[in-house]
């Protein structure tokens, strides 16, 4: 059976595409053997626009992971409890990956997408392991 560290390796470090039949929408696939494959993905849950275009707008995303069956692409098991979620904001046409602060002044963290615990692929990467080992014992097979 692979190794939780080999899985949380994987779910951290397998890159994100964009899913085609959605706008906002990103995933990852990772194949634990010949019969199952691995779904660890966010989706745009809701986005807050102001009017003003120099208050913040922000997007709420949240992660979601499913086991499925490679061959039949059938769920066999699934997470999407938006227990975890992340935000990015935009002020006045700078975004969270821009110095912000260097634009507006300094902003409090906490102002910013407050709402968000703001969980990272390396923050929730273990819980998605724990769960998917689970699972996999579940199916009753070694992968």
């Known amino acids: 059976m692979i190794s939780k560290e080999e899985l949380v390796d994987k779910i951290e470090n397998t890159k994100l595409e964009r899913k085609q039949d959605l706008g ?11 019969d199952n ?7 745009l849950e809701e986005k807050f626009e102001a009017d003003d275009p120099e208050e913040e707008n922000v997007k709420n995303y949240y992660w979601y992971w499913e086991l499925r069956n490679s061959q039949t692409w059938n769920i066999l098991f699934e997470n999407q409890d938006k227990s975890y979620n992340f935000c990015e904001s935009e002020v006045g046409g700078w975004s969270d990956n821009d110095r912000v602060e260097d634009v507006v002044g300094d902003i409090a963290e906490e ?3 407050k709402w968000s615990e703001q969980d990272g692929i390396e ?10 080992l689970d699972w996999i014992k579940t199916l009753g097979k070694d992968v």
């Open 37 to 43: 494959v691995l779904i660890v993905g966010y989706s």
């Open 24 to 34: 906002d929408s990103y995933e990852k696939r990772i194949y634990l053997d010949d």
């Open 111 to 113: 102002d910013v997408c």
């Open 123 to 132: 923050d929730i990467s273990e819980d998605i392991a724990d769960e998917v």
